[in-house]
């Protein structure tokens, strides 16, 4: 009995123990598509913190399991899988690929697509992917991103807008710019006067992604807008269910990189001593003056943000977001300054048949713009005068008088004085917004109809005011107040449906619509000098233009196999006359999804490979003047009146017209490929194109008496741009702590004039009046620079008006210049890496241009050695003087092939270094980062930057070096 109770007493003791029983689970993780094993795996019973990760042979073991405990598998591009504990003391764990990468949405007209349905040439840069550090503007987040796509800044002005290429130049005299469609809303590419960037009006912060549309089979479905491409801005959406908060600052320093290289104030007294007669000696001054660093000075910036999204209720998201940066520009003076808000909200009603998304973006902005005639006369002005001038009468400003104690006509302003004697301010606002309703039909639900109405308004107000200080010529001078107002208003109405269903291995998504977009442009100026000499002083423009489209596409997909799409747009432009004014632009596309064949379909290696071909049309008149095809009246300008008696009338001119402008016509071939190889650790795209455009428009010369003008706006030519883009992705590492990305591309692209039956001479200079550079030819790339080959001697060195002959006719004229070169890369490049370590993260981003040249403007007008005496006064040289020793300029001086300089480069744009503490209070994370920017420039161009826009260095606004810190605080 007492055996009996004690064996008892054991067993109830023990009873409790085994429902409690801690066991130990061992195992290995694979990759289910390879059988290789996967290190750095987090194996977690969920709901504790007890973990481990598994070694380098894809083993773990992890102890104190309990029956019903949830072991949960993770990695990063994998699927987590979740697993019911029940007793097992081995676990073997088989990891699939995680498929989201491929089925990203990616943006596109009038709907969305996955990325593996995609068949036209479209890549995207989202928020994880984007530029980080002090970005104002949206352009920068992507420079350097996207094979085929160039992003130029117009310099280092503070809140300087970009020129964005795709695929080339794409026209002769109409923009080049692609098509922005913000939200649904296409933009105009007009900015109102007083706005640095027509892209300034979103916060950088409010952006989800970013998806460049190259090829016109993926462009066309936006007709004639799309002519050079398109970029689908998609800005962040409200999500989740509690609402969440994000407040990010940061404080930056702008510091100038480098200066005109010119002739220091002992250079030059020792340069006047040697070349200048007794009256050049005495006019020498006696200090030593960099006048570049009296106008340029370290500059600081700041920038704001605060944002939320959560859910209202249960069935309205919502994201709103405040935003403000104050930056000012290395020219001293000059400010930017934004303040942003937007607000979204998708409220969805019935069963979620219907669907309203509503978007509200404001801005305002206020600017004063440094004097930047300034830069120019800091590298003019002579280096041996001191700033001030107590005899002055302009301030008490040096300034170079006459004998009758003004500024001498021929001689360049105090550069110090001219940035404090001009006001130059504006004020900016702008609003855009949409609201558009999505419903699906509850009788047939694969069918949707859609509704887009949207308002893209903005106005500035503007003046120039500058003092009766300013060193002037005039002797009655007593300052001017010049005033504008702008104010530019673009309407959209969109409506289409669009159906979508699946039957058995086919799928078809089917949209057809209609599209009203006008634009209106309303301008007013006032100026006080030509009011004051009884001349017309007021100017008043108005403008408006409309856009009537029908559009539709055509998707099908058969067993995620073999994919076809057609597009068809019909546009309507009131630019054009009303027998041209329809233009039809069709596109086609096939892609072959090789991966899901048979014969790749249980591939370890192939994640994706995918064969697109793609043909298109689009037509551009993007840039046209209004109504040109009608007759219009010009009043003449102040002074020029017709005397009747002792009146003096006002009289109106014809302006030149042409009644039969039509389209520019651009039809694109391309084949692409894009693959996933590895468990999609290394992908891209390859893509060849060719680009033919038909009817080019260009201004150019017409026959005496056959028009109002000697030359007009007229379809006179034809242009190719052919190349090939390839991009790839790398994932060297990638653990559970440390990973490490690299992203590379690279482009070639080559533009040729094929047909042009005149050619149009371009690109302005300085030197001599009217003088220009560049040449479009056929059978030459557009504005390639028209030149004289210059002749050295056995030093190597440049001999002052000795050129080749090259017709042989023992003369040396215009017959002899011939086209060299021009200012677009042939190779663009693009590498950027990313690395995490536990809570550190670095961004590295460098990109190269090879091929391009530039004409150095500064050093062709500035540096012959009669400059720094003629007229009285003394001026400065360019440092090339020391280099070619050129006495006097002429147009051939000017126009020589010496100053076409290789601007190839290689940059170092973006070191971020970021450091993320984790619960610094509840559910929240603090990101704490520094940032470097414009860190390095590699090249062998002479000038102060080899990146310019249209290849023209002249009084460029130097792009400063940033240094910038930064918080970003989730909670």
Not at 886 to 891: A, D, G, H, Q, R
Request: charged fraction near 20%.
């Amino acid at each position: 009995m007492r055996t009996l109770f004690k064996s008892t007493l054991f067993l109830l003791f023990m009873l409790p123990m085994s429902f409690f029983a801690q066991n130990t689970v061992s195992g290995t993780v694979t990759e289910s598509a390879t059988g290789l094993p996967v290190p750095g795996v987090n194996v977690i019973v969920q709901g504790t913190t007890n973990g481990t990760i598994s070694n380098f042979d894809g083993e773990y073991s992890i102890e104190n399991v309990s029956d019903g405990d949830i072991l949960s598998f993770s990695f990063l591009g994998f699927a987590t899988q979740e697993i019911t504990y029940s007793g097992q003391s081995t676990l073997d764990i088989q990891l699939e690929e995680d498929s989201a990468a491929l089925d990203e949405v990616v943006v596109i007209g009038y709907g969305s697509v996955s990325k593996k349905d995609a068949t036209g040439a479209v890549d995207q840069v989202s928020t994880e992917d984007f530029n980080q550090g002090p970005v104002q503007t949206a352009g920068q987040l992507i420079t350097g991103k996207v094979a085929g796509v160039s992003v130029t800044s117009g310099g280092g002005a503070p809140g300087e807008g970009q020129t964005i290429n795709i695929r080339g130049q794409g026209s002769l005299s109409l923009t080049s710019s692609p098509l922005i469609v913000v939200d649904g809303i296409p933009l105009s590419n007009d900015a109102v006067g007083g706005s640095r960037n027509a892209l300034d009006f979103i916060n950088p912060s409010d952006i989800e992604s970013m998806t460049i549309l190259k090829d016109a089979s993926s462009t066309a479905i936006y007709g004639s807008r799309a002519a050079n491409g398109v970029i689908m801005i998609t800005t962040k959406k409200g999500k989740g269910n509690e609402f969440k908060f994000n407040l990010s600052t940061s404080t930056t320093v702008y510091t100038p990189t480098d200066y005109v290289d010119v002739l220091n104030g002992d250079q030059f007294r020792t340069l006047i001593n040697e070349i200048g007669d007794d009256a050049a000696i005495e006019r020498l001054g006696n200090t030593n003056t960099d006048w570049q660093d009296e106008i340029y000075t370290t500059s600081f910036g700041s920038e704001h943000n605060l944002s939320t999204t959560g859910r209202v209720g249960d069935f309205m998201p919502v994201r709103a977001s405040l935003g403000y940066t104050d930056q000012d520009g290395v020219l001293r003076g000059d400010n930017f300054t934004r303040t942003t808000a937007s607000i979204n909200l998708r409220p969805s009603f019935l069963d979620s048949h219907l669907t309203v998304e509503l978007n509200g973006r404001g801005m305002y902005t206020e600017n004063t713009f440094a004097n930047r005639d300034a830069i120019g006369s800091s590298v003019d002005f002579d280096p041996t005068q001191s700033v001030f001038d107590e005899n002055s009468p302009f301030g008490g400003y040096f300034t170079w008088l006459n004998s009758e104690n003004v500024q001498n006509s021929l001689a360049p302003t105090n550069p110090v004085a001219l940035l404090a004697f001009k006001d130059d301010t504006s004020e900016v606002r702008r609003f855009i917004g949409n609201a558009k309703v999505d419903y699906d039909f509850h009788f047939l639900p694969e069918l949707t109809a859609t509704v887009n109405v949207g308002l893209d308004k903005s106005n500035a107000n503007g003046r120039v005011v500058t003092s009766d200080q300013m060193p002037s010529s005039a002797q009655d001078w007593n300052g001017s107040y010049n005033s504008y107002s702008n104010e530019n208003t673009n309407k959209l109405f969109d409506a289409y449906l669009t159906y979508d269903n699946d039957f058995d291995v086919h799928s078809v998504n089917a949209v057809a619509g209609y599209s009203y977009q006008s634009f209106e442009n309303d301008n007013y100026s006032y100026d006080s000098e030509l009011e004051e000499d009884g001349l017309d002083f007021e100017f008043i423009d108005k403008a408006k233009s409309v856009l009537l489209s029908y559009f539709g596409r055509f998707n099908y997909n058969f067993d995620n196999r073999y994919l076809f799409t057609a597009t068809m747009r019909a546009d309507s432009s009131s630019k054009l006359n009303p027998d041209d004014r329809w233009g039809y632009f069709p596109s086609f596309a096939l892609a072959w999804n090789l991966n899901n064949e048979n014969f790749l379909e249980s591939s370890a290696v192939v994640d994706q490979l995918k064969l697109r071909v793609g043909y298109g049309e689009i037509g551009n008149v993007n840039g046209l003047g209004d109504y040109n095809f009608l007759t219009k009246y010009a009043g003449s300008i102040g002074g020029a009146s017709y005397q009747l008696g002792n009146q003096f009338y006002q009289t109106y001119r014809p302006e030149p017209l042409n009644k039969d402008l039509r389209w520019e016509v651009g039809k694109t071939y391309n084949l692409g490929l894009d693959y996933g190889l590895f468990s999609n650790r290394i992908s891209g795209s390859v893509n060849v194109y060719l680009k033919e455009t038909e009817d080019l428009i260009s201004f150019v010369t017409v026959d005496p008496f056959t028009n109002f003008a000697n030359a007009i706006d007229d379809n006179i030519g034809d242009m190719e741009n052919r190349g090939i883009e390839f991009e790839i992705n790398v994932v060297p590492v990638r653990k559970e702590n440390f990973n490490w990305s690299i992203g590379y591309n690279i482009s070639y692209n080559e533009n040729e004039i094929t047909n042009l039956p005149d050619e149009v001479q371009v690109g302005g200079i300085n030197g001599g009046t009217g003088n220009t550079i560049q040449l479009h030819k056929e059978g030459f790339a557009p504005f390639s620079y028209w030149v004289f080959k210059q002749v050295y001697d056995e030093n190597g060195r440049p001999v002052e008006g000795a050129y080749v002959d090259r017709n042989g006719d023992n003369e040396i004229n215009d017959d002899d210049k011939y086209l060299y070169k021009d200012p677009y890369a042939d190779i663009s490049m693009g590498l950027n890496t990313n690395l995490n370590y536990k809570s550190w993260d670095l961004a590295i981003v460098t990109r190269a241009n090879l091929g391009n040249y530039a004409y150095n403007n500064m050093a062709s007008s500035k540096s012959f050695e009669t400059r720094a005496t003629a007229n009285a006064i003394l001026r400065n040289l360019q440092s090339d003087y020391y280099n070619s020793g050129f006495v006097t300029t002429t147009e051939t001086n000017l126009s020589s092939d010496y100053y076409v300089q290789d601007a190839s480069f290689f940059k170092l744009d973006n070191i971020t270094l970021g450091y993320t503490l984790p619960e610094i209070f509840k559910e929240s994370t603090l990101r704490i980062y520094g940032s470097a920017l414009n860190v390095l420039t590699v090249t062998d161009y002479e000038g102060l930057d080899p990146e310019i826009s249209g290849g023209i260095d002249n009084n460029f606004y130097p792009r400063p070096r940033t240094f910038a810190i930064g918080a970003n605080l989730n909670f």
